[in-house]
């Protein structure tokens, strides 16, 4: 499956950010999906990640209660809600897929990930 993820931007801290990402291909049903980021300097690590059928989501801690996970399997699309914005989160932003093993499979480590977007860069000011 090929990921296209949506335009990042920039956003003051406090605010709220969008991003999309579109999968092409007829099995995106087939994959759990995840987001991950990468700040500069640093490893990427996992965000979000949601099952095939949006019924099993999993956050990283620091973005629980803020960051919210969806999917759109007619649209072939998922898509992370992105509120309360600190300037932490600032980094390039992965959307990836993982062939799905069971109804509830929702990764969170990338190693799980076979299919990776392009990135996409949040930056988020003070």
């Known amino acids: 499956v090929q990921l296209q993820a949506s335009v990042g931007g920039l956003v003051q801290a406090g605010g709220s950010l969008r991003l999309s990402c579109a999968a092409s291909g007829r099995t995106f049903r087939a994959y759990a999906m995840g987001w991950f980021r990468q700040a500069s300097g640093k490893e990427r690590e996992f965000v979000a990640a949601?099952?095939?059928?949006?019924?099993?989501?999993a956050y990283e801690d620091s973005v629980k209660g803020r960051f919210a996970i969806s999917r759109a399997n007619a649209k072939n699309t998922v898509s992370l809600q992105m509120n309360s914005l600190k300037p932490e989160d600032t980094g390039v932003y992965y959307c990836?897929?993982?062939?799905?093993?069971?109804?509830?499979?929702?990764?969170?480590?990338?190693?799980?990930?076979?299919?990776w977007g392009q990135g996409t860069l949040v930056t988020v000011s003070s």
């Open positions: 949601i099952s095939w059928n949006g019924g099993n989501t």
């Open positions: 990836a897929a993982a062939f799905r093993t069971g109804d509830s499979y929702t990764p969170t480590h990338a190693a799980a990930f076979g299919s």
